[in-house]
């Protein structure tokens, strides 16, 4: 039971290149967030998911698209990164109100 | 925003209680109190939560005035392990976006 799994865990990218980060959850949750932190900042929410199939907005969203296929993955896609984009990306999953959070992906947009 | 506020930090002697509040004034009827910390640039870890009575595990308690306006996180006796930023969240138990901002929570130094 690995909890919620966070890929890749470093990258850096080039100002107008385009990833996606994974987000994996083993726990059956239906909800699931992205969230990222900037130095000394909490949390902030850039998308997230109600279940299978269905998106919305959160604090943050622009410059940033999701998508939920399948129950266990939540996609976080950065279309052109842009510098402002550089943080620390966090997925959650919740079950009746508690988060389960992963360990982070660490992105460094020059 | 968040609907909680928090000190900046706060310091504590290894191996005393830690006592952080939180003031949550604007607390709905249906929602709990979470408590979460994240240590380093770990992913944040739930703690413990609440709706009206003090509640207590093998991390902390939590205690919540009886207007529920405000609470306070015990670690009883903290090591320096415990040094990390603590955020207070209100929310409904449910799993929408509800109360999901953190601010910036209360950064808990362990003295040794």
């Known amino acids: 039971n690995a909890g919620v799994t966070q890929t890749p865990k470093f990258r850096v990218l080039k100002t107008g290149q385009s990833m996606t980060l994974l987000c994996a959850?083993?726990?059956?949750?239906?909800?699931?967030y992205?969230?990222?932190?900037?130095?000394?900042?909490?949390?902030?929410?850039i998308h997230y998911s109600v279940g299978e199939g269905t998106t919305a907005k959160g604090e943050v969203p622009d410059g940033y698209n999701v998508?939920?296929?399948?129950k266990q993955n939540f996609l976080l896609g950065l279309e052109s990164a842009a510098p402002s984009q550089t943080s620390v990306y966090f997925c959650a999953s919740s079950y009746?109100?508690?988060?389960?959070?992963?360990s982070g992906t660490q992105l460094s947009v020059l | 925003?968040?609907?909680?506020?928090?000190?900046?930090?706060?310091?504590?002697?290894?191996?005393?209680?830690?006592?952080?509040?939180?003031?949550?004034?604007?607390?709905?009827?249906?929602?709990?109190?979470y408590w979460y910390r994240q240590i380093h640039s770990q992913g944040?870890?739930?703690?413990?939560?609440?709706?009206?009575?003090?509640?207590?595990n093998e991390m902390a308690s939590l205690i919540i005035t009886e207007d529920r306006k405000s609470s306070t996180l015990i670690?009883?006796?903290?090591?320096?392990r415990d040094t990390a930023v603590y955020y207070c969240i209100v929310r409904p138990r449910g799993g929408g976006a509800d109360g999901l901002t953190f601010g910036k929570g209360t950064h808990l130094i362990i003295q040794p």
Request: glycine share 8%; with cysteine.
């Open chain 2, 1 to 33: 925003d968040a609907k909680t506020t928090q000190p900046t930090s706060m310091d504590c002697a290894e191996g005393r209680a830690a006592n952080l509040p939180c003031n949550h004034s604007t607390i709905s009827g249906n929602e709990y109190v």
């Open chain 1, 67 to 70: 998508s939920r296929l399948k």
């Open chain 1, 25 to 32: 959850q083993d726990m059956n949750h239906e909800y699931m």
């Open chain 1, 96 to 102: 009746e109100g508690e988060l389960f959070f992963g």
């Open chain 2, 44 to 56: 944040p870890q739930y703690i413990i939560h609440g709706l009206k009575n003090n509640e207590t």
């Open chain 2, 75 to 80: 670690l009883p006796h903290a090591t320096l």
């Open chain 1, 34 to 45: 992205w969230y990222r932190q900037d130095p000394g900042m909490g949390l902030r929410l």
